[in-house]
């Protein structure tokens, strides 16, 4: 793919590890996973399914920190890069206007999205059950909290990061209160971060018979990156085996003017728990993405992803090759 075009920042320092000469796999795992111990703080039980991002001359992250007696936090954290981490002990405490809105019980699951002139935060919110919160910083030192994007339930909210037809532009899973197979992802826009329609179907769990890996639910992972083959999205999928949950993730290409329109997806996992810090933990089995740095000169990505509820791994790969294998392995 010598004519693909990737968009976004030069990043050549970003976190990176040559593909080890037996792999065969489109992605390979850093070898030295866990990237982030489940005990990087005092009070962490688990450190998993957080968000990190460029900033000033290293890194930043929104992080997942369920604490020693099992409350879900976020906490903030930087890094010169991308490996090394030094999280914040104090948890992150979002600034509102409205205490309707910020009266909330649970939250988790953070994205990190650059748009315009600042960061917006998306994350699963528990108000009246779980829903997309939504709040931007410009230092991460200081979080506004906006207006829920959406009624409960809903999780794996996570923005573009550009507007799209003059709008903002995000995808999410609805579903209900539980883990129950009910996992379509939706797109949707909104002209000002608080009112969103304009709700789109964009797919469902595959066939188990085709894809078994994302047959009962499935839902959006890191910011998507724009191509020229349109937008990259990693995703994962869950599928209900005999002995309970198994989280992988895949890839799929959506159109650029109407991403709710898939052009390829996936067939085979790119990532499935297969390790020990992936099989074994809080959850055992799962590989959940959350998180994605990419350079567009030499192609490279690195996704960061919750390993069994309990870690954060990172995941290196090519971004030619993901769409190769997406386009020549799609449903």
């Not at 930043?60 to 369920?66: E, L, P």
């Not at 197979?181 to 969103?196: H, K, T, V």
Request: charge should be negative; hydrophobic fraction near 35%; include cysteine.
């Amino acid at each position: 793919m010598t004519d693909l075009k990737i968009v976004g920042a030069a990043l050549p320092g970003m976190p990176w590890e040559e593909r080890p000469a037996d792999c065969k796999q489109v992605m390979w795992r850093y070898s030295k996973n866990p990237v982030i111990p489940r005990d990087i703080l005092p009070t962490s039980n688990s450190v998993f399914n957080s968000a990190v991002v460029p900033f000033k001359d290293g890194y930043a992250g929104v992080f997942r920190c369920d604490d020693t007696s099992r409350r879900m936090r976020l906490h903030v954290g930087f890094s010169k890069d991308g490996i090394n981490w030094d999280i914040k002990e104090d948890k992150l405490e979002f600034q509102c206007d409205d205490e309707e809105i910020g009266n909330f019980v649970y939250v988790y699951d953070p994205r990190v999205c650059f748009i315009d002139d600042r960061y917006y935060v998306t994350w699963c919110n528990g108000y009246y059950g779980p829903t997309i919160g939504v709040a931007y910083t410009f230092d991460f030192e200081t979080f506004h909290q906006l207006e829920n994007a959406f009624l409960p339930s809903n999780r794996n909210g996570v923005l573009f990061p550009r507007k799209i037809n003059g709008n903002f532009a995000m995808v999410s899973r609805p579903s209900d209160n539980g883990h129950t197979p009910f996992g379509d992802i939706f797109y949707s826009e909104s002209p000002d971060m608080a009112f969103w329609g304009k709700h789109r179907h964009v797919m469902s769990p595959a066939p188990f018979e085709e894809s078994a890996w994302q047959c009962m639910k499935i839902g959006a992972g890191p910011i998507p990156i724009e191509t020229s083959e349109g937008w990259l999205m990693i995703y994962h999928g869950v599928l209900r085996s005999c002995n309970g949950y198994v989280y992988s993730f895949g890839s799929a290409l959506l159109d650029l003017d109407q991403p709710w329109k898939v052009l390829y997806r996936s067939r085979p996992y790119l990532i499935a728990p297969q390790t020990e810090y992936e099989c074994m933990g809080d959850v055992p089995n799962v590989a959940f993405p959350c998180a994605a740095l990419h350079d567009p000169e030499t192609r490279r990505i690195a996704v960061y992803y919750g390993c069994a509820d309990t870690v954060t791994g990172l995941a290196f790969g090519y971004i030619d090759e993901i769409i190769r294998f997406t386009k020549e392995n799609s449903l």
